[in-house]
């Protein structure tokens, strides 16, 4: 069949569904029940895991349609973007059959507990280590930076399981439940106010052997994936300006309820669209302050817009990849970086236009202190998901095939690599 009859068919399917069952007065677990039920909510799933099995470009057919009535999708956050695919490629059917439902309807929040002190670029470099005991793991070790941890039920955990093999030979991921006395979260507070990530302290937590993803000692290959669909998640924030999105339809009791679930989930997030530089106040603020006819400030202003356009149509052609059917690959590298790169150029038009205003903090300030929470937060885009120094590795490796960075500690056990906390 060609693209344009699937098309079509889909809408039709879709709409068809949404007209017996779409309800804007439904709770919103008995609705979000039905999406899991019916395979509509994840329509890109396979089948039998709560999708319907369709190739993601058919799969954003089913979101326009959704928009069009007003109704309500998934839950939100790390479960349904980073901790689903993981499980989805690497899981056992139990966990999948645990864990995917509940990530659908929203119940569940994800956190990812891969960085530590120690180890965050050179994440295989991991310390916190887990020991088996019967059934059971037992972890030791801290993690940081693990946004949403303070709110999280469960966590996708590294933790070294064979120190006597090469570092990334001896790390399993683990889906750890985050409501029990061993873990200990504690939220950081940042330089622009708020307090999103956490440090987290494992102490003797415990783990079920059945709730490893993927086999003891391969979780490497589990935690790539993850960090895929990070990477094309943080180059699609870089995309995102700071309005409102658009709602159609009547508002009822669904809509309400996942307006509140949306709400206590952004508070997380709510400095995001700032990290990622507010380009959509930049012309605003030139004018709000005389200088849209300074002719260097234009130019400041023309190559940071020039920088988001050029990187919406690497974001695209990344999207174009993933519905002809390919695995989130090196180019979700190349649109992180596009999007450090642009949240740095707004960040210089924003200062050459407010200027020493621009520093200026709280009510009555510039643009509501809007411009200096800016100014703090966009360093944040190139670190969160790996650096922008990673990132040009990995393109210089994978993209342009230039020769590896040299290495001494990938080749032996890793316990006699020396790193800095040991
Ligand atoms: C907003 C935000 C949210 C985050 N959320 C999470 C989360 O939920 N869960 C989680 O586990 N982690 C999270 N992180 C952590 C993040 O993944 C790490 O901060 C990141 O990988 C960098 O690690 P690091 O901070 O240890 O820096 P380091 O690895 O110590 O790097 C320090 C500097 O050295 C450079 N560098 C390091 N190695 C190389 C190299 N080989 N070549 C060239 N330069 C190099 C880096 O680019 C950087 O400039 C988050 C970070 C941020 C900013």
New binding site residues.
């Given amino acids: 069949m060609s693209e344009e009859r699937d098309v079509a068919a889909v809408a039709d399917e879709v709409r068809a569904w949404l007209a017996e069952n779409w309800d804007p007065e439904r709770p919103l677990m008995e609705w979000r029940g039905l999406l899991a039920d019916s395979g509509w909510g994840c329509p890109a799933w396979p089948r039998e895991w709560y999708g319907r099995g369709l190739r993601p470009s058919l799969a954003g057919v089913v979101t326009a349609e959704f928009r069009e009535v007003g109704a309500v999708g998934t839950g939100v956050g790390?479960g349904v973007s980073l901790a689903a695919n993981t499980i989805l490629a690497h899981g056992s059917d139990e966990l999948k059959g645990t864990y995917l439902r509940p990530i659908i309807t929203g119940e569940h929040k994800w956190?990812?507990?891969?960085?530590?002190?120690?180890?965050?670029?050179?994440?295989a470099g991991l310390t916190t280590r887990a020991v088996r005991d019967g059934d059971e793991w037992v972890v030791n070790g801290q993690?940081?930076?693990?946004?949403?941890?303070q709110k999280a039920h469960y966590g996708m955990l590294l933790a070294r399981t064979d120190w006597d093999v090469p570092k990334h030979r001896g790390i399993t991921f683990f889906v750890v439940d985050m409501r029990q006395p061993g873990i200990e979260v504690r939220p950081l507070r940042?330089m622009n106010g708020h307090a999103?990530?956490n440090e987290v302290f494992l102490s003797d937590a415990r783990v079920r052997h059945d709730h490893i993803v993927g086999a003891v000692n391969a979780g490497w290959s589990a935690a790539v994936t993850t960090l895929m669909h990070e990477r094309g998640m943080a180059a699609a924030i870089g995309q995102r300006r700071g309005g409102k999105e658009r709602s159609a339809g009547p508002v009822g009791r669904t809509k309400r309820e996942a307006d509140e679930e949306t709400a206590a989930y952004r508070e997380t997030y709510k400095w995001y669209p700032q990290?990622a530089g507010r380009i959509d106040l930049i012309e605003p603020q030139a004018r709000a302050h005389g200088r849209d006819d300074d002719p260097v400030v234009r130019q400041a202003i023309a190559s940071t817009l020039a920088f988001e356009q050029s990187a919406r149509w690497t974001a695209k052609r990344a999207r174009a990849a993933r519905a002809a059917g390919k695995q989130p690959g090196p180019e979700g590298s190349l649109g992180k970086l596009s999007s450090s790169v642009t949240a740095r150029a707004a960040d210089r038009a924003h200062t050459m236009i407010a200027g020493a205003h621009g520093m200026l903090n709280g009510p009555d300030t510039d643009a509501d202190g809007l411009i200096a929470e800016i100014l703090v937060s966009t360093?944040?885009?190139?670190?969160?998901?790996?650096?922008?120094?990673?990132q040009?590795?990995i393109m210089g490796e994978r993209v342009l095939g230039l020769p590896k960075?040299p290495t001494v500690d990938t080749d032996v056990a890793f316990r006699e690599v020396r790193t800095n906390t040991r």
Avoid at 116 to 122: A, H, I, N, T
Avoid at 143 to 149: E, L, Q
């Fill in positions: 790390a956190c990812q507990l891969f960085s530590e002190p120690g180890s965050g670029s050179d994440l993690k940081v930076w693990n946004t949403g941890a940042q999103s990530f990290r360093p944040a885009q190139s670190i969160a998901g790996g650096t922008d120094e990673i040009r590795n960075e």
